[in-house]
């Protein structure tokens, strides 16, 4: 083996969670899907008090950060169980945890937060209806579920798989891209359209208030337009926003 090979096999995760601790890994998912996310989290709140909101999966914290302004009168924790994450992300926001979806589970108790953020965590995970049980427990009944995540029918991909092109959002590697467009390697295991979406939520105990559409920040710039229209039907939108209460 020549040495370039060996630095690359050395480069290489051994697992999935030395993926997700790779500081070159992208943590952050754009600001027009997490203001979308919070102005409908802030409307599901308005008539309430103070609530604890969890963003699990916070990442560095900048979809936190982007959301707080809209929620101020909120107590707002980051969790995340990437020390990496968490050292960037206590830069940003004031609350931090570190916590997992399975496992040792989260570090609250049961029934004792009023909102869970969930944004573009899904579809990174192996088993995602333990950690949908997990939300489950920690939110209070009635609480609220804000879950963001790619459209595997988004428009593009729609006509990408006609063309026999894999779909955009989807990865076959975590090592590098083959066979669809981009250049970031970010670890999808899953991908939902807004009909699964639906069900697989619906599944776990909680009952779906809204779906919404909201743009991908990787769109090619000549393109936004089209892709800020497709919102308006959230099944041919790039991300899917779904808002529903604990059942």
Known sequence: MTTAQTDRAAAQPRELRDFYENPAVPVASGTPRSLRQARMLATAL???PAQTILDIGCGDGTAAATA???LPSHRLVGVDWSQDALRRARTRIPYAVRGE???GGLPFGS???DAVLF???VEHLVDPDAAMDEIR???RPGGH???STPNLAAWYNRALLLAGVQPVFSEVSLRAIHGRPGREVVGHLRLYTARALREFVAAAGFTVVRLEGAPFHGV???LRPLDRLACRRPSLASILLLHARKT
Request: glycine share 8%; no cysteine.
């Open 46 to 48: 308005r008539t309430r």
């Open 68 to 70: 707080a302004p809209l």
């Open 101 to 103: 979806l399975t496992g």
């Open 111 to 113: 029934g004792s937060v």
């Open 119 to 121: 944004s573009e965590v």
């Open 137 to 139: 427990r920690v939110l």
């Open 145 to 147: 579920l804000m879950l």
């Open 220 to 222: 090619p710039r000549p």
